[in-house]
């Protein structure tokens, strides 16, 4: 009788330490937000799973928002961490010298210091791939109109051909993105000439352009999208660099980063292999092939190996 109570005992206490350590040796609750874009939500899904793997618990606000409601929600401490494009720091800080974010590195370093300096924002290492704005028309318009550079494009705008965009609200007023072609190139598309969506979803606006949806020809696109080949679509080739480099990389509250260090161990790994061709397969796989995002996002992790 003693040996049984003994041995009830000892399995209390085992509980009561295996619970212990479990609690212990969870870090967290740490929340991951993302743009509301395909390959936002398989950034920040890898995000996720690569944390959970390392022991964290996890708050998923994956497609969050556009852009601005990121931002504000990142700097609020609404999330802790999401994937950003180097890029952008054209549009975050538009004061400084914009020839400078057309060249990858320097780009990097003078966003990270900036976002650190006023935003109390860590940059981590960013991907070799380069997901930058572009334009793309249907295949047949390209092939009949001979369109193959945003020059081609002008001439064609400018000699009154007829042009339906697709794109979204934040393409169509930043500064950086279609007002910056149309300045540099020497066109101007007008209100009726679009159709203009919420949200920075090219799989929207590729499909538009694809199916003629409402008489759309061109659509908004991103560099590393997966679609655009396999809907028939043209990319026009960006002939005076008016683009940033585009390298996505997770981006963390420094509060956050301070007390978990390993944020960059873990992620800059993932990240180094996400180039160019890559997330055009991954993207296509969700956005074509109509895969769930964050089995796509962990069917990769675990063929590199992080699993």
Not at 4 to 13: A, D, E, N, P, Q
Not at 26 to 41: F, L, Q, R
Request: charge should be negative; glycine fraction near 8%; charged fraction near 20%.
């Amino acid at each position: 009788m003693q040996a049984r109570s003994f041995f009830k005992v000892l399995v209390v206490v085992a509980v009561i330490v295996a619970s212990s350590l479990a609690m212990a040796e969870e870090k967290g609750p740490v929340t991951v937000g993302s743009k509301i874009d395909t390959e936002g939500a398989l950034l920040g899904q890898m995000i996720i799973l690569m944390l959970e793997k390392n022991g964290y618990a996890v708050e998923d606000k994956t497609e969050f928002g556009p852009t601005p409601i990121v931002r504000k929600a990142i700097t609020s401490g609404e999330i802790d961490i999401y994937p950003d494009y180097t890029g952008n720091g054209a549009f975050y800080f538009s004061s400084q010298d914009s020839t400078l974010w057309r060249n990858r590195a320097k780009a990097y370093e003078r966003v990270k210091a900036l976002d650190y300096q006023e935003n109390n924002l860590v940059w981590l290492m960013p991907a070799p791939a380069n997901n930058t704005w572009a334009l793309a028309v249907r295949g047949e318009v390209a092939k009949v109109k001979n369109l193959r550079t945003l020059e081609d494009f002008a001439r064609y705008v400018n000699d009154g051909g007829e042009v339906k965009l697709a794109a979204c609200e934040e393409f169509v007023s930043r500064g950086d993105a279609l007002p910056s072609f149309e300045k540099v190139y020497g066109f101007d598309l007008q209100d009726d000439q679009m159709i203009v969506f919420s949200g920075c979803n090219t799989a929207q606006t590729e499909k538009a352009a694809a199916q003629g949806t409402s008489g759309v020809n061109t659509a908004m696109a991103f560099g590393t999208d997966g679609s655009l080949a396999a809907l028939g679509l043209v990319v026009l080739e960006d002939t005076r660099n008016v683009q940033p480099v585009y390298a996505p990389a997770p981006v963390v509250r420094k509060e956050v980063f301070t007390e978990y260090f390993e944020l960059e161990s873990i992620l800059a790994p993932v990240f180094a292999t996400l180039n160019q061709e890559t997330l055009q397969g991954l993207n296509a796989r969700v956005a074509i092939g109509g895969e769930n995002v964050r089995a796509v996002a962990r069917d990769y992790l675990e063929e590199k190996g992080f699993f």
